[in-house]
């Protein structure tokens, strides 16, 4: 389910991971799975078409309209998968960026090196954090040091909130907070003390 609206099919478990990485995001608006068909010719002058596996929206957010993030068509493909039948596909692949173009979208294809990095360990490891539940004042507290300070650390907020012995559950809470998006970091690097935190924006 895409942020618990609608369900979303998947083929892999590398479109998996992708749909996990991109619903973490607060600056995309959509997702849609096999979005168009893609007309085209392939080395033997045949008419084929080719399904790309999503297309992805993104809010316009502190964007002018005039320079809208544009949207994305998206092939997920293992490395080894692309690597080995790149002449093969490279026709409908020019294809989909032609059309792609056309719409004002761009067209990417997507392995592993772009989709199993440090952002999808940390929201993994984000993941059970948001099954759990806090004290709303608590939260509140939390929440409003960091509207307060713009940014903050990690350790800053276990320090002004959590001493001693509820140190540990203040870590639990904070990851909680990161994982229902209620405060947002640098998710492509990997989490200590000195993360910084900050409120979210669609930016």
Not at 82 to 107: D, I, L, N
Not at 109 to 130: M, T, V, W
Not at 159 to 166: E, K, L, N, P, V
């Amino acid at each position: 389910m895409f942020r618990g609206e609608s369900a979303i099919a998947f083929e892999s478990t590398l479109e998996r991971d992708f749909l996990i990485r991109t619903e973490f995001s607060l600056s995309v608006l959509d997702i849609i799975p096999q979005p168009v068909e893609i007309p085209f010719n392939g080395r033997n002058g045949q008419l084929y078409h080719y399904t790309p596996d999503f297309l992805v929206y993104y809010k316009l957010g502190n964007h002018p309209y005039n320079d809208y993030p544009r949207p994305v068509l998206v092939e997920v493909k293992p490395e080894a998968e692309w690597k080995k039948h790149w002449r093969e596909w490279q026709t409908k692949w020019k294809a989909a960026r032609r059309y792609a173009r056309e719409k004002g979208w761009v067209f990417h294809i997507l392995d592993e090196s772009r989709i199993r990095d440090q952002a999808l360990e940390n929201i993994r490891f984000l993941e059970p954090y948001k099954r759990q539940s806090f004290p709303v004042e608590e939260s509140k507290a939390v929440l409003d040091s960091v509207m307060e300070m713009g940014c903050v650390t990690l350790d800053y907020l276990l320090a002004r909130h959590f001493m001693g012995t509820y140190r540990a559950e203040g870590i639990s809470h904070i990851w909680h907070l990161l994982a229902t998006r209620q405060l947002d970091c640098d998710i492509s690097r990997p989490f200590n003390e000195f993360t910084e935190l900050w409120m979210p924006t669609d930016e």
